[in-house]
């Protein structure tokens, strides 16, 4: 009777996954390398109650502080989103803008400009005015704000 070894439980077949290096230790980077001590440590000199609290304090500091990231950049996201509602009241006044101009000398002067806002839009978290003759500039290039024809 002939005996076969099935070849797929072998070793050699095991994939084996590859893995990337990087510069930032997560929390799971943490835990696993605490574990490792723990499995690893010497069983006639164990680490210390001290050491042990202190690595648990780390790693429970390191995720409150990763849980805080998280949350400030949802906040962040969400109050990105209002921007562009909080400046569409702007839609129809007039404002006064003021731009920089530079001269065929090279000089540079700050000028001021009134229009009328046609439309206010968003991109890259950043909001900029279209004015009824077609510029666009930036919300802080906003001097003043006034109903149109106030003054």
């Given at each position: 009777m002939e005996t076969k070894i099935d070849s797929s439980s072998m070793l050699s077949s095991i994939k084996k996954e590859e893995r990337k290096p990087s510069d930032v230790l997560g929390k799971d980077d943490f835990l696993k390398i605490l574990m490792s001590q723990l499995q690893n440590q010497d069983p006639l000199n164990p680490m210390e109650d001290k050491e042990f609290i202190s690595q648990m304090a780390s790693f429970s500091s390191l995720e409150q502080m990763t849980n805080m990231n998280k949350t400030m950049q949802d906040f962040i996201t969400s109050q990105s989103g209002s921007s562009i509602l909080q400046y569409s009241t702007?839609?129809?006044?007039?404002?006064?803008?003021?731009?920089?101009e530079t001269d065929n000398d090279g000089n540079t002067a700050v000028k001021e400009?009134?229009?009328?806002?046609?439309?206010?839009?968003?991109?890259?978290?950043?909001?900029?005015?279209e004015l009824m003759d077609g510029t666009i500039i930036y919300k802080d290039e906003i001097v003043k704000v006034s109903d149109k024809g106030s003054e």
């Open positions: 702007l839609i129809g006044k007039e404002i006064t803008y003021s731009y920089k400009g009134k229009q009328t806002v046609k439309a206010i839009s968003q991109k890259n978290n950043e909001v900029t005015l």
